[in-house]
């Protein structure tokens, strides 16, 4: 068989823009236009650079509304050769550990594998929960935040794991996961032959009822979610003035303001 790699993908909101709803504590997506994860477009990059040396496919998945699309395009455009759009009202209010048993059904509906690769997090969500969840879904090892990868063949990697007190240099044998951070690699630009033709190509979509007959469709969505949020809070933002000290006595005035607040 040939090699196969999976990376999932996710669409998300200009974190910029994007609104929260304050009465179900989530974020209003439609309140902001959509981009892919910019961290998955290293996991794919990655992927593809894997593909440039040992060939194989590269199958991208994604969970989403129907606007998901375009990640998935654009992924198509920049190497990727298979996609899929899981997009169904049940899988919405997903948390990470109803996003990452969705993703495994549907990663098991697909079949044999190699490795997958995530981006390290979204920068919507920012838990980096989904990628280690998934692995253990599918009962593989995985190792995070890999920020170099050294090694790479058809049975095993060897990777650096970037966990900012220390630097970690693991071998894992495949089939297995990883998270990777946005130093590994610098995603390449998509040719606008490439775009066209990722303009024409099927993206399969499949629904809850597709997955029904390998998980638990009362695990996915909202339903399937253990964590909800309490409450959405907005800090208040007041003036502050500024003071600018200059010239000789500016230290004897520092020394005067720290004291008079309580610092000394």
Known sequence: MEF????????????EKVKFDTKTGRIDRSSA?????PFDLNALETAVQIKEKLGGTITVISMGPPQAEFCLRDALSRGADRAILLSDVKFAGAD??????????????????????CGEKTVDGDTGQVGPELAEHLGIPHVAYVSELRE?????????????DAYYLVEVRLPALI???????TPRLPSLKAKL??????????SAEDLSGIGDVSRFGISGSPTSVYKVAF??????????????????????????????
Request: charged content about 30%; overall charge negative; aromatic content about 8%.
């Open 96 to 117: 990470t550990l109803a996003t990452s048993y969705t993703l495994a059904c549907a990663i098991k509906k697909i079949g044999y594998f190699d490795l997958i690769i």
């Open 33 to 37: 236009p959509g981009e892919t994860n």
């Open 197 to 206: 033709r990722a303009r024409k190509a099927e993206i399969e979509i499949w």
């Open 235 to 264: 800090p208040e933002i007041g003036k502050k003035g500024c003071k600018i000290l200059k010239g000789e006595s500016a230290v004897e005035e520092i020394i005067g303001v720290l004291e008079k607040e309580g610092f000394l």
């Open 179 to 185: 998270t990777v951070t946005k130093d590994i690699n």
């Open 152 to 164: 790479v063949s058809k049975d095993k990697i060897f990777v650096v794991c970037d966990m900012e």
């Open 4 to 15: 196969h790699l999976i990376v999932p993908m996710k669409y998300v909101p200009d974190i």
